[in-house]
């Protein structure tokens, strides 16, 4: 089956540098690739996602790139801030049903 | 869009004694929902997904049951609480591709003591 790896798990920058999350897949047939961001005690909320029929998208000072030759995906945050800082969890799936199999975490720390 | 709510937020239990959390949807139908459990600092961990009325997939065996007795509600049971249940429990629910992927509720802070 489907296998997520995230990296790194706890990463720190500093203010207004840029931070990159990585993940790879194992099933080349997953198709859709979504960011979560969770806050301390709080639900993971949706942050930004794509398909595999893409190779990068941005949302204002986030966007995610997807290499499906070396299946992985990235998450780039740009001009960090202090409300930045919160666990990244990535995803993949495939098929109709759109289970998703989740990486185990980054822990974003942004130092002021 | 959809809301996924969530009670408790907060619940101590005893050893040995049942726990029953609910999660209803609001704003769209037949959804998947999902249970999952997220121990400290850790990942997400897929505990029952249900794909409609009375249709439950369980991922992991142990001591928690699930059960969708209508379209909007999931709930989450045990008979009885090990230690070791304890955790941070989130429901989600997906609209589909055009849904914009999961949407988590606020999530239950469970302490078995």
């Known amino acids: 089956g489907e296998n997520v790896e995230q990296h790194p798990s706890t990463l720190s920058v500093q203010e207004g540098d840029s931070a990159v999350i990585k993940c790879t897949y194992s099933?080349?047939?997953?198709?859709?690739f979504p960011w979560y961001k969770q806050e301390l005690g709080k639900g993971p909320q949706l942050i930004i996602d794509?398909?595999?029929n893409v190779g990068e998208k941005k949302d204002q000072r986030i966007a995610v790139t997807l290499n499906k030759t070396a299946k992985h995906f990235s998450l780039h945050i740009t001009e960090t801030q202090p409300e930045d800082s919160a666990v990244y969890f990535c995803?993949?799936?495939?098929?109709?049903?759109?289970?998703?199999?989740w990486g185990a975490g980054t822990k974003l720390i942004i130092k002021p | 869009s959809q809301t996924i709510h969530q009670w408790p937020a907060t619940l101590v239990q005893p050893v040995g004694s049942p726990l029953s959390l609910e999660c209803t949807v609001e704003?769209?139908?037949?959804?998947?929902l999902y249970w999952y459990r997220q121990a400290a600092g850790r990942g997400l961990q897929l505990l029952f997904y249900s794909i409609g009325i009375d249709q439950i997939s369980s991922e992991v065996p142990q001591n928690l049951s699930a059960s969708r007795p209508q379209d909007r509600q999931f709930i989450l049971s045990s008979k009885k609480l090990l230690l070791s249940d304890s955790g941070f429990y989130l429901c989600?629910?997906?609209?589909?591709?055009?849904?914009?992927?999961?949407?988590f509720g606020s999530g239950t802070r469970l302490t078995v003591v």
């Open positions: 794509i398909r595999s």
């Open positions: 995803a993949a799936s495939k098929g109709s049903n759109y289970q998703l199999i």
């Open positions: 099933d080349s047939a997953s198709n859709y």
């Open positions: 704003g769209t139908s037949n959804p998947n």
């Open positions: 989600a629910g997906f609209l589909g591709a055009r849904g914009g992927g999961y949407t």
